[in-house]
């Protein structure tokens, strides 16, 4: 997502390393993706599903970004 | 004895010859009070690199190099920031990329060496279409 768009950042953490952020976020499985501090994505979900979640788009809705 | 088999390194090898533009691969390390991952990644991104010729690593003092940490907004360490041709991917990894994290990091390494991002064109666009920041935090562990 970060290559396709200059406005996005991606961080992967190895979420043992970083037990301060693993609470803070309240990681209690993983993957875990924090979006924003606020949009929380808990497992792998499929290439779709997890753009429509990061991205919080209603389900069937084009996304509403602005 | 290096940390990938030869079969591992094989392997690797033929996927790292997609790439046609240099990546970077800085590593941000802390000498001293710093974590034994430090040292973990710079033996694998190290083993990385010398499978083709296009990847370079560069060593970053997460204390003493204060410019590239606020450069590259770097606030922990171990940190690997991704360049391509010299250009910040705006991927990057903390910790050491064992396991489940050294795939990622090798994925990353074929997007910032290829400029080909694999994914569906639906999905594309909508990602294309974000008109703010947005910054994503995936957590994972090495098993």
């Known amino acids: 997502m970060a290559a396709a768009n200059p406005l996005i950042t991606a961080d992967a953490v190895e979420a043992t390393e970083f037990m301060d952020l693993t609470r803070k976020y309240r990681v209690t499985g ?31 809705e084009p996304p509403t970004t602005a | 004895m290096g940390l990938l088999s030869p079969q591992d390194e094989a392997v690797l090898k033929q996927h790292l010859s997609a790439i046609t533009k240099p990546v970077t691969l800085l590593l941000f390390t802390q000498t001293f009070g710093g974590s034994e991952s430090g040292t973990v990644a710079k033996a694998i991104l190290g083993e990385i690199a010398a499978l ?75 990602i294309q279409a974000v008109d703010k920041p947005l910054h994503l935090q995936v957590f994972s562990t090495p098993t």
């Open chain 2, 52 to 126: 083709n010729d296009k990847v370079a690593v560069v060593e970053k003092n997460f204390v003493l190099d204060t410019e590239d940490k606020a450069k590259y907004r770097v606030d922990k360490a171990p940190a690997i920031v991704i360049l391509s041709d010299g250009d910040d991917t705006r991927m990057r990894m903390y910790g050491a990329p064992t396991g489940y994290e050294f795939v990622g990091l090798v994925e990353a390494i074929l997007v910032a060496g290829t400029g080909k991002i694999d994914l569906d064109p639906q999905t594309l666009a909508w």
């Open chain 1, 30 to 60: 993983v993957p875990k993706t924090v979006v924003n501090e606020t949009i929380e994505i808990l497992g792998g979900l499929p290439e779709q599903d997890f753009v429509r979640a990061a991205l919080e788009m209603p389900d069937n």
